[in-house]
């Protein structure tokens, strides 16, 4: 049980991480949702999907948007 809670912390924390990157941390909780629901729409294989991984892939490249946050390194279950 301690171990599944830790890698659900640990997924929370990149998430989190993410949002920080995006410069999105004083954003509106529910601006957010809606914007993850929306993504979670679009089919992965698609021009739509692969544009949007192309910008993520992109972002991990530079420093983050908001100046603060150190490079977020993803592991093999996130890709």
């Not at 629901?37 to 892939?57: C, F, K, Q, S, Y």
């Amino acid at each position: 049980m301690t171990a599944d809670r830790k890698r659900e912390a640990r997924e929370k924390f990149l998430l989190g991480g993410i949002v920080v990157r995006a410069g999105l941390s004083k954003a509106d909780r529910a601006f957010l949702l809606g914007g993850l629901i929306e993504l979670a729409r679009v089919t992965p294989g698609t021009a739509e999907h692969r544009r949007l991984r192309d910008i993520g892939e992109e972002a991990f490249k530079v420093p983050s948007l908001d100046g603060g946050s150190p490079r977020i390194v993803e592991t093999a279950e996130w890709q």
